[in-house]
């Protein structure tokens, strides 16, 4: 029968057609390498190689084998993909839950990288409110959040992932919304579309924060309890609103202006884990540390 080591074998040398450089390349003696294929012709009752003018030259049937065992190695390495691909399916995934309904380009490149990086450690994504992601964590039925900001929990760690500026959003006829950038305080003279508080806690408590910023005390003209009733209210009308520019980028709706601010403010993305008293788990580790490298 013949061996996987015996073709090995006889590739190097049929593609080095010299033994030195074949033996150094499968890393053996020219002795035990000369004796593989003497066994290997043995073996099939047929000559592989000849020697002409010091030169070694594949005989017809060593030509054939040749491509008989190109073909196999092709054959194998493709067997060993499939079997690791179906492993990686079968493997328990990453449970991951997006609250805030984050539609950010460096969510969607987190998890694209992520794929591309660690493609046997899979992702199972799930959207939800904020308080179903904060629940779901302490029951230990995610791995990791993806959050503007959970109420504090001893029991979930909250770390920065990334930020985006924080962007003014009018309604195309408003009288600010050709300016080329405008102060935080001018935007909040007008009545202002706010987060609610229970649904969207981490934009309100981070658009709260800017508000107490510039000392300003804006008119509440109405919350929204969804980024996309929020920006649906600033449309038609109803009043003004800051998101972040990550939205505005994905969603480019040509019924809201984005009109960036003078002052560096930011929204913030936050990663979400359970924190233990024990080391986290290596997949787990590794990707809270990707996911901080996006910013």
């Avoid at 992520?114 to 779901?136: F, K, Q, V």
């Avoid at 408003?174 to 305080?185: G, N, Q």
């Avoid at 003279?189 to 804006?218: E, K, S, W, Y």
Wanted: with cysteine; hydrophobic share 45%; net charge neutral.
């Amino acid at each position: 029968m013949i061996e996987m080591r015996h073709l090995r074998c006889f590739i190097a040398v049929a593609e080095e057609l010299n033994f030195r450089r074949a033996a150094e390349r499968v890393h053996i003696d020219q002795t035990p390498l000369s004796r593989t294929i003497r066994d290997l012709e043995d073996r099939l009752g047929v000559k592989l190689f000849v020697r002409a003018s010091r030169k070694l030259h594949l005989t017809p049937s060593g030509q054939l084998l040749l491509k008989e065992a190109r073909d196999i190695f092709v054959q194998i390495e493709r067997a060993y993909r499939a079997v690791r691909e179906t492993d990686a399916c079968y493997r328990a995934p990453l449970r991951i839950g997006v609250a805030d309904g984050i539609a950010q380009p460096k969510l969607s490149s987190c998890f694209a990288n992520w794929r591309a990086l660690a493609s046997s450690i899979p992702l199972d994504i799930a959207e939800m409110r904020a308080a179903e992601l904060l629940a779901a964590l302490r029951r230990e039925e995610l791995d990791v959040g993806f959050s503007f900001g959970l109420p504090d929990d001893e029991a979930v760690v909250q770390e920065v992932a990334w930020s985006y500026p924080l962007v003014a959003l009018l309604p195309p006829g408003h009288e600010l919304a050709m300016r080329d950038a405008l102060p935080i305080s001018e935007l909040l003279a007008f009545p202002m579309i706010a987060f609610h508080p229970d649904r969207l806690p981490g934009l309100r408590r981070q658009t709260d924060a800017v508000c107490r910023h510039c000392t300003a005390n804006p008119i509440i003209a109405g919350e929204a309890r969804t980024l996309a009733g929020y920006i649906t209210r600033v449309a038609a009308g109803l009043g003004v609103g800051v998101a972040d520019a990550g939205h505005m980028e994905t969603l480019r709706r040509s019924d809201v202006v984005s009109v960036p601010l003078v002052e560096d403010m930011r929204v913030i993305t936050y990663v979400l884990y359970k924190s233990e008293s024990y080391d986290l788990h290596d997949g787990l580790q590794r990707f809270l540390a990707h996911a901080k490298t996006q910013h």
